[in-house]
């Protein structure tokens, strides 16, 4: 780095990197749930010692909901990205169902689009839709250029009650999940012919929708619960999420960490998928329940995460409690969003 910060080798004693709380289930009672989510909160308080490499573990004797323990692995984001650090869980695990095999890897399936109908079509329709899709590209290449830059310099969503600003960058940050079905987000996909992410955008949007339709019931006491028809949303909302995919090598870092600063800041919410193992697995005999990735350290109050794990879909949210007080209530919305579209679409005949 330009402070003269750089990276060294050095001896690891693993024993500085894994914690083990002592904990007695007799005082959590049926609160695991709680109790995992309340330890993990306070870790975000708590920097990673840079004297030794940026990594630790904690290991939670303490049954929740989904599993019965949890185990907390904390890394630093200059570490790898989350493709990096799934490669690295999945390079460290086996099948439960065969011990002796590794996991099985998922494969990006291309879908088949308009292209390959024309091939057949004779020279002139494939070079049209050539041309077509080539202006196409360019034209939202430079509508997507100029919505960022429009964002960096003043474009800003609307002040909601999901929307942080910089004070969230310092806050600690509350954690919850939900696993739905993959085989319930795959139906809608296949019946809607779409993509798992546009399924996953379009069940965020829904919750979203809901979560802000019962913020912004101000005239009933019950949060909403008995107006649930009733848009109570104002009109012209702007709630955008970011997406963080490349950075040329050529910007410079403050540069590049002033960019995406103002990004966070301008913007709503940061959503963020993987893909995880198409089986269960084990870490040394241990069978895994789920998988559910989260970052803190950012300037927005609300995070999604989605992670796909043999038939399970985990959706992890991240959220500042001081602005989003009950992320509870958004897994909620998350899970009866996607119900919703199942029924309705079932309920069409499909």
Known sequence: AEDGARWIKTLVNVEDHVFVPDIDPDEIGDQGNKFVEDYISRLTMLPLDRSRPLWDIH?????????????????????????????????CTHKSSDPEALPTIPILKRRENVSHGLRNT??????????????????????DFLLLLATVLFLKDTETSLKGGAEAESNAKRFSHRIVSLNDVSLIKDI?????????????????????????????GNAGTSRPLLNNIPCNVRIRAGILVNLRSEIGVQIRAALFNR???STTAFISNVNGPTEEISLHGHPIAYIAPSVYGHAQALL????????????????DPTIIPDPHK?????????KSMKIALLGKGY
């Open 59 to 91: 290991i939670l004797n303490v049954k929740t909901s989904d599993a019965e323990a949890a185990g907390l692995i904390r890394s630093h984001h200059s570490l790898g990205d989350g493709m990096s650090r799934m490669s690295l869980i999945l390079a």
């Open 122 to 143: 004779g020279w002139f329709l494939s070079s049209m839709f050539a041309i077509y899709a080539t202006v196409r590209l360019i034209w939202n290449t430079i509508v």
């Open 192 to 220: 809607m012919d779409m993509t798992i992410n546009d399924v996953l955008l379009g069940v965020t949007q829904a919750a979203l929708s809901r979560y802000l339709n019962v913020a912004h019931d101000k005239t009933n």
């Open 263 to 265: 990004l966070l800041l």
């Open 304 to 319: 999604i995460h989605f992670q796909s794990y043999a038939d399970k879909m985990v959706i992890s949210i991240a959220v």
């Open 330 to 338: 958004l897994c909620d919305a998350m899970e009866e969003s996607l």
